[in-house]
């Protein structure tokens, strides 16, 4: 049986992530509080971003800009969508 956490997100009951995302107190507070369906979204997203505005991420500029993005997208603010990005009909 999975872990569940309240996502800040989705502001629902969800599966949790099996482990933080990456090491320090900020994985651990998306370990603890961000839903493995919210952080696969965030993923895909920040793809994206990554792809559409062609960051180079050994660009410590293009690194902060995506972690500021993280943020506002987890934390349910307005956040940057990729320019020409068209989702797949379903």
């Known amino acids: 049986m999975s872990r569940t956490v309240f ?26 509080n961000i839903s493995a369906k919210a952080w696969q979204a965030w993923m895909d997203h920040q793809t994206r971003l ?20 993280r943020s506002k997208f987890l934390s349910g603010e307005e ?3 990729a320019e020409g990005y068209i989702p797949e009909a379903e």
């Open 7 to 32: 996502c800040s997100k989705y502001q629902e009951e969800l599966d949790g992530l099996d482990a933080p995302p990456f090491p320090g107190p900020k994985g651990e507070e998306i370990f603890n």
């Open 50 to 69: 990554i792809n559409e505005k062609q960051l180079n991420m050994m660009d410590m500029t293009a690194r902060t800009y995506l972690a500021e993005q």
């Open 79 to 81: 956040y940057d969508e």
